[in-house]
């Protein structure tokens, strides 16, 4: 024989702390259910700040594509990639003008996000009259409006050109003559849009895609 045989009362080679155990670890139930409700939360806000989020029309500004209390997905991802297209319908937070406005209270108007569809890109310039909508004086079809602009504007109105400036968007509300919009405050920075809408997911008997896409913007 190559080794010794150990006695039957002999210490053990290896002790049993050394030694793999073989049983699982059984673990509280709490914590287990703990663990599982902070892996959701984490996993929901991760998506929520950085791939999409739910939101709810509160007002009239988008009639009729937009119905009040209308329930959106809100596409946070792709303009990390691509820049918005004319009729894209974005959520922005409130620019620096409308953070300088305050109520009867002397407290900021405006808190939450708005819902407007983009109408001028950078370079552009555009102008209302006779109840249509004029990009460098071309008329823009938009066959998503009930009812046509009762103004007449340009935005020569915010810049001394009229030209929306490099990373910024006019935006208007499709219900125009009942919309707070870029034609009474100006330009959205870009780094001020929270993502495009893109899905309503209520109510049931309106699912789905949220507004056609527009003639000017098909292939």
């Known amino acids: 024989m190559d080794y010794e045989q150990p006695q039957p009362d002999s210490e053990p080679e290896t002790t049993s702390k050394s030694e793999p155990t073989l049983a699982p670890k059984v673990e509280n139930p709490w914590i287990e259910t ?117 103004y007449n504007w340009s935005s020569t109105a915010l810049t001394p050109d009229g030209i929306v400036p490099k990373g910024h968007y006019l935006v208007l509300g499709d219900n125009r003559n009942n919309s707070y919009d870029s034609h009474y405050w100006g330009f959205v920075p870009k780094d001020k849009i929270v993502g495009k809408a893109t899905v309503r997911f209520w109510p049931i008997n309106r699912a789905g895609g949220i507004d056609p896409q527009p003639d000017y913007n098909r292939s």
């Open 34 to 150: 703990l663990k599982t409700i902070g892996l959701s939360a984490f996993l929901a806000l991760g998506i929520r700040s950085f791939v999409a989020e739910a939101r709810y029309i509160p007002s009239g500004s988008m009639l009729p594509t937009l119905q009040i209390n209308d329930r959106l997905i809100i596409d946070k991802i792709s303009y990390r990639f691509t820049d918005p297209v004319r009729g894209d319908i974005v959520v922005f937070n409130p620019t620096a003008q409308l953070e300088k406005e305050l109520d009867d209270d002397g407290k900021k108007k405006f808190n939450e996000a708005f819902i407007k569809r983009v109408i001028g890109l950078p370079g552009d310039r555009i102008d209302v009259k006779s109840g249509k909508v004029y990009i460098n004086g071309k008329v823009l079809s938009e066959k998503y409006l009930d009812e046509a602009p009762h």
